[in-house]
């Protein structure tokens, strides 16, 4: 029997460990898509506690107490302390056997903690005390904490109205060791459903653009020098998160009636108008981010916010979201190729929430690579509930059965914690033991010196190349 989580944990084969000690382990850190705070980051902040930094804003950890019966107060309520909460957690862990909450807690524990103790309701305040007093250590700040993970470069996520204030500060501190830029997500100026919409393209985009927004033009128009001066901030990428994918075009008169009568409190869209204006605006976005050399992410297949009652109470984004079953190829396929048809397609990453969707995605692949750089048309890792032990696994599986492995672009965080670098560590152990059994079981050559380079090259070196920070 192996020891629990021992320096060749995940790693079945000699060949598996190879590749990781001798390859991955040492790449650095690109984290293209992630949700922490530049603010943070400008700052230099220091975590108070263990709970801080572990359960603050953390859904994922925050399902699993829910699922183990544990009272909101100690999730997400005011009415209990931080030491309460770290013990309900605590208790609730070793119940999660299977889930990889266990194995990224472990491994936060064992790189920024030195701490090998399994956590548990026994050992809840000894840990406590140990991650508390290492957090008051100057090399765990924030920026001490990117620097300690060999991270190079962190994409956070913003709107298109952000005046960046925060990236301007990192950038002109120069004291955080990893370059740190903006990727555009304009999902508010996408969501013209909400009741929000027409405030924020009255007040928000607008006056961040400098224009007052009335036509489906103006819209174009704001967004054109919102990505201009994302650009100049050294922005490589975007982020849509769609509920599915469609393609609905429409003539400009009726993209117009729709802006205007909505944008003019005169009546909700129907279903068939928020299609085609969303329809119009990732046309144009396409088309703008291929321009500009950018990649453009799409994210789908996600049922948010199901429990109204925590809608209610928590907000958005507080776990209680589950996968959907929308039937989404011919609406990407088309909107796709209407961007290929004009030149306009962009380096394009794919992201379903649904695994169903591997091999569908993994064929669309096929149809629209170019010459631009290896693997123009990507997809994503393993996404959300999928960037599990299994769903790294079939998702490798998946690439390399219908596209070319040796270009993907490796892991991300999709994380708001500081300590979630680790998750790169826990896919690389995956995709080098994914690797190593088809060696040893005589499906690829034992070329170590070439396997090695594509280990590598998946780390590290692809997304580099992708996205062109090196040119930073």
């Known amino acids: 029997m192996k020891a629990f989580m021992d320096e060749d944990f995940l790693l079945q084969t000699e060949t598996a460990k190879k590749l990781y000690h001798e390859h991955a382990a040492k790449m650095p850190i690109i984290d293209y898509h992630c949700h922490i705070s530049p603010q943070e980051i400008a700052e230099d902040h220091r975590f108070g506690d263990i709970t801080e930094v572990w359960l603050g804003g953390d859904h994922y950890k925050w399902r699993m107490m829910r699922s183990n019966g544990v009272p909101e107060k100690y999730i997400t309520g005011t009415a209990s302390t931080a030491r309460e909460k770290f013990q309900k957690f605590a208790e609730s862990l070793p119940r999660a056997i299977g889930n990889p909450l266990y194995h990224w ?14 956590l548990n309701g026994d050992t809840a305040e000894e840990i406590w005390n140990l991650c508390n007093e290492k957090l008051q250590q100057p090399d765990m700040s924030v920026q001490g904490i990117i620097r300690k993970s060999n991270v190079k ?142 990649a453009m992410q799409i994210h789908y297949s996600a049922l948010r916010d199901n429990n109204s009652n925590m809608y209610d109470r928590l907000g958005p984004d507080t776990g209680f979201d589950c996968i959907a079953t929308y039937n989404c190829g011919e609406g990407l396929v088309h909107l796709m190729d209407a961007l290929e048809r004009n030149g306009h397609l962009p380096k394009f990453i794919i992201y379903s929430l649904n695994p169903a969707d591997n091999a569908m995605i993994g064929t669309i692949l096929g149809s629209f690579q170019g010459p631009e750089v290896p693997g123009k048309i990507q997809q994503g890792a393993a996404w959300w509930f999928n960037d599990t032990k299994l769903g790294m696994e079939a998702q490798l599986a998946n690439v390399g059965n219908l596209s070319v492995l040796g270009n993907a672009l490796g892991m991300l965080t999709d994380s708001r914690s500081f300590l979630s670098y680790t998750r790169h560590e826990y896919y690389r152990r995956i995709l080098c033991n994914f690797l190593g059994n088809l060696v040893e079981n005589g499906e690829y050559p034992a070329d170590m010196e070439f396997l090695g380079q594509i280990v590598e090259d998946i780390s590290y070196n692809n997304a580099d190349r992708y996205f062109g920070f090196g040119k930073e």
């Open 105 to 118: 807690t472990h491994l936060e524990l064992k790189r920024y903690f030195g701490c090998d103790k399994t």
């Open 153 to 294: 470069v962190i994409c956070t996520t913003d709107d298109p109205a952000d005046d960046l204030r925060w990236h301007k500060k990192i950038r002109e501190e120069g004291k955080c060791s990893a370059l740190v830029l903006p990727a555009m997500r304009p999902d508010k100026a996408m969501r013209i459903e909400k009741p929000e919409w027409e405030n924020y393209m009255k007040y928000e985009l607008g006056q961040a653009a400098g224009m007052e927004i009335s036509t489906m033009q103006d819209i174009r128009d704001a967004l054109s020098k919102r990505i201009d001066y994302f650009a100049s901030m050294g922005c490589k990428a975007s982020d849509h998160a769609l509920e599915y994918c469609f393609y609905n075009p429409a003539e400009e008169y009726e993209l117009d009636d729709i802006v205007g009568r909505v944008i003019n409190g005169k009546g909700a869209p129907s279903r068939d108008e928020i299609e085609k204006y969303k329809t119009a605006l990732l046309l144009f976005l396409g088309k703008e981010y291929a321009r500009r050399g950018w």
